[in-house]
């Protein structure tokens, strides 16, 4: 275990090695990659390895993905769909302080799923289709929705912080570095080392941010967890999809952490 968290810590360091040594390169190579920024008005198709400005970035999720949240709840944040989610983290009795953020993400997890193949529209095309006037001389942006609607929950090592609104996650399941902004003030900073799960959205350049605050397990979990986690996927995606396999897998992962936490609690009142 202490191996595999060591090599994520130093694939954390190579990275920010190297984003050093492309801000230490020549102007000319600055030039070349700003080329390729995306905009609204001049690129039709979004692209997950361009960068988009931040006054686009800004427009994406202050106005556009703002509205498409308001959106998705008056729609589906209600009794018929989240009964059976409040009743699935009754079941597994997350500490009362992360009960509501464990329930926020299973509902983006449950809203994405419906939206699946099995769907005529996603949540997305009907937002896309209810916004026809408004995003109709907009291709750019329709398209990153579409993008949007691709995303799955899951597991995340939060590596190398920047600050508490910046930092580096790896994907445990695929080891690939993603770098995470958050924009919700309210979120809550993260620890070097832990686990968390949430829902990434992109922003080009290799860009994320979480749809809502990340669900941060127990920083005392964190080894037994990534110890089996791939099991347990390799289990499950035998025979589900990657949405399906999640939902076991966030199962057994909110299991060890209240088997862990117990298991602390006791040896604490025994002293």
């Known amino acids: 275990m202490k191996l595999i968290l060591w090599n994520y810590e130093h694939k954390f360091e190579t990275r920010v090695n190297e984003r050093i040594d492309v801000m230490m390169e020549k102007p000319e190579t600055v030039e070349k990659i700003v080329e390729f920024e995306q905009s609204v008005t001049?690129?039709?198709?979004?692209?997950?390895d361009y960068p988009v400005s931040e006054d686009l970035r800004r427009v994406m999720v202050s106005d556009v993905f703002r509205d498409f949240m308001i959106y998705a709840f008056d729609l589906y944040y209600d009794n018929e769909n989240l009964s059976l989610l409040k009743e699935f983290v009754a079941e597994y009795k997350p500490k009362a302080e992360k009960q509501q953020g464990l329930l926020d993400n299973l509902f983006w997890w449950r809203l994405m799923y419906d939206s699946g193949s099995h769907q005529v529209n996603s949540c997305f095309d009907d937002y896309i289709s209810?916004?026809?006037?408004?995003?109709?001389?907009k291709p750019f942006i329709k398209s990153w929705l579409r993008e949007c609607n691709n995303v799955v929950p899951k597991f995340y090592f939060i590596g190398h912080k920047y600050n508490d609104?910046?930092?580096?996650?790896i994907d445990i399941l695929t080891h690939e570095s993603l770098e995470i902004i958050v924009y919700d003030p309210t979120a809550i900073p993260p620890?070097?080392?832990?686990?968390?799960m949430g829902t990434l959205?992109?922003?080009?350049?290799?860009?994320?941010?979480?749809?809502v605050d990340f669900y941060h397990f127990d920083y005392e979990a964190r080894e037994a967890m990534a110890s089996c986690l791939h099991h347990h996927y390799e289990k499950h995606l035998k025979t589900s999809s990657m949405k399906e396999a999640f939902f076991h897998v966030v199962s057994v992962m909110l299991q060890i952490e209240r088997m862990i936490f117990m298991k602390n609690q006791e040896t604490f009142s025994s002293k």
């Open 42 to 48: 001049k690129t039709k198709k979004f692209r997950l």
């Open 130 to 137: 209810d916004k026809h006037y408004t995003l109709r001389d």
């Open 165 to 169: 609104r910046s930092f580096v996650a």
């Open 191 to 196: 620890k070097e080392g832990e686990i968390a």
């Open 201 to 211: 959205i992109p922003l080009g350049g290799e860009l994320y941010f979480p749809i």
